[in-house]
């Protein structure tokens, strides 16, 4: 089956896709702008077997003026089964440092819905308790 830290490679390849087919993945890197992952969280619901081919389906859920939250799905393609799913807190940046997306992105704000905002939150603790077991 495909190694569990595979599913994240690919995701991550889904952004620079998803990136590129906003338009701005080039233009941001000419400026020294990079989409960083901060928090991730990966349910893994099947297995994929080798080569057996799958999609990967990356969206936006919302963002603000520091984080972008992005939600992928990994599905296989025979039977349109979801294998993995994950949620991603990323942000944008510049030799080092953060830079505010709503600028950078030529964007307002997009808030998030309730189920949205109740997703971030489970987000939140399950990261703040992940902090605390690394500190024990």
Request: with cysteine; aromatic share 10%.
């Amino acid at each position: 089956h495909m190694n569990h830290a595979r599913y994240l490679a690919v995701m991550e390849l889904g952004r620079w896709h998803m990136m590129s087919r906003l338009g701005i993945l080039w233009p941001m890197a000419r400026r020294g702008v990079f989409l960083v992952a901060a928090g991730q969280q990966i349910v893994y619901k099947a297995q994929l077997r080798p080569f057996q081919k799958y999609s990967v389906v990356s969206r936006v859920v919302c963002w603000d003026q520091k984080w972008i939250y992005i939600l992928h799905d990994i599905k296989r393609l025979n039977d349109d089964a979801l294998v993995a799913t994950a949620f991603l807190r990323c942000t944008f940046l510049r030799k080092g440092k953060r830079v505010d997306i709503t600028e950078e992105v030529g964007v307002c704000e997009r808030s998030p819905t309730s189920d949205e905002l109740d997703l971030i939150n489970s987000f939140d603790s399950s990261q703040s308790a992940a902090r605390k077991l690394a500190n024990i």
